[in-house]
């Protein structure tokens, strides 16, 4: 640790010859951190990544596709050396020993001195028992696998800012849970899952998913039985597209703010739960990637003391930006750069009352997805509107709950770690969250998700041909609709105490608008 008086060495200098091994490197956050360590850390000793087959994919397969894809396009162009600093280790988490073959675990225990632990079940609603398997038991093999290694440096834990939503404050500090977190696994893990299903209630104790509790019960985990190791726990909000890196707006998950802007862009959603009083709280995924790294580097050239740093990731404390803001940049960007295909003119209504909610989504959202799926049926193609529909409503119920209550952090971690760096390191690992302009991010938010997750054309000759498209489809629903009221107008004018009824109410309206000037004058003197 260097003295007061010595100024602290650069975060690539520190990190010069480290290996560092990630669970979740595959993961949304993951890919943003592993891209972030191999082109900013130029002289990265080496980069081991804990992968899992999946389906019929090896993990060295997956591992490739992630590093060909368009997010490592810069890294491959400016450090092309680095991706030969990956190693692809194949495991998974839930099992004993990470599942790790001898080799591997022979390989990595002489090198690995920095752990980061990001893998977890990113689910709200998974059962008790896959939450805890994967969120706690996975972190418990991990903490096993790092007490193995021959020297360790820096162990970062990956949780949530959401950790104590249910009490809607949450300090610094590790909370505990009513029910110690070893005790519920293992009361749960001998229950059979119907019954575990009928004790989560009790358990949660105010909290709003499964999720939340197995991300609170790992913390109290760690701070019981991780002490020993040098610990930091790291709670980002909900992660967002890229601000900057390496470009402006990527994405590859659904989930958070892409996944509304994409069904309201695509003119699917028509209704929501959000209070348009509240802030938003996220984070973009590449400022998430520089601060992990920076607390990384914060843990190396300073080590630890009794009480275990944790670092908040979240942005309505410092640059709040509300619903009511969000949501009108949102139609404006969506105006301005439409996607190729539209169902609808792009439109939602903001509720917070559920059950107009659900009326409002069995008329807007069910009727016309099941007429849309018959007629899909009966032409003999494959029907799809209603299973889009079941996931954008079990999302819309996924954040209800972290729409409608707006939450406060303690930065004090957060102000410390960035005032900590040089000016060159807090322009290359840059998280500066107070200095991000919203309205310019969601505009690069609206047009990412039709660049990197639609892969739709964003040139100017496109973007003409798809207003063009959206002004016709406003068109054709304003005329709609002029016709709809047109005809409606006729049929109720058949009606003599209609017509009777029209004629008081325009008398009316008349004798306001003749008296109006008069009490405004009489008023005003």
Known sequence: MASPEEPLPGIAATLAGAHVFITGGTGFVGKAVVEKLLR?????????ILARDKRQTTARERVDKILNDTLFARCREEQPDSLRKVTVVRGDIEEPGLGLSEEDLHLMVDKVNVVIHSAAQVRFDPHIKEALRSNLRGTQHVVEFA???HEVKAFIHVSTAFVNCHKLETDEQVYRPEVPAQEVMDTVEWMDDDVSAKITPNLLH????????????????LADNAADLPLAIYRPSIVSSTKAEPV?????????PMGLVLSTGKGLMRTTIMDMRIAVDIFPVDMCANMLIAIIWKTIVEKPTDNIPIYHATSSNINPTRFCEFVPW??????????DVILARPWVHLNVNFPIYYMERFFLHLIPAYAYDAAMWLSGKKPRLVRIYKAIHANTEDYAFFNLHEFKWQMDSYRSLLASMCPEDRQTFDFDIGAVEWKTYWRNLVVGTKKYMLKEDVSDENLAKCRKQYITMRLRRFTWNFCLALAASRFLSRFKWIRQWWSQLMVVLQLSIQTFPILARILLT
């Open 206 to 221: 105010g909290r709003p998913n499964t999720y939340i509790l197995s991300k609170g019960l790992t913390e109290q985990w």
């Open 330 to 339: 949102i139609y404006e960007n969506i105006r301005k750069h439409p996607y």
């Open 248 to 256: 402006e707006g990527w994405s590859d998950s659904l989930n958070g």
């Open 40 to 48: 900013g850390i130029p002289d990265l000793g080496g980069l081991y």
């Open 147 to 149: 007490k193995k290694l």
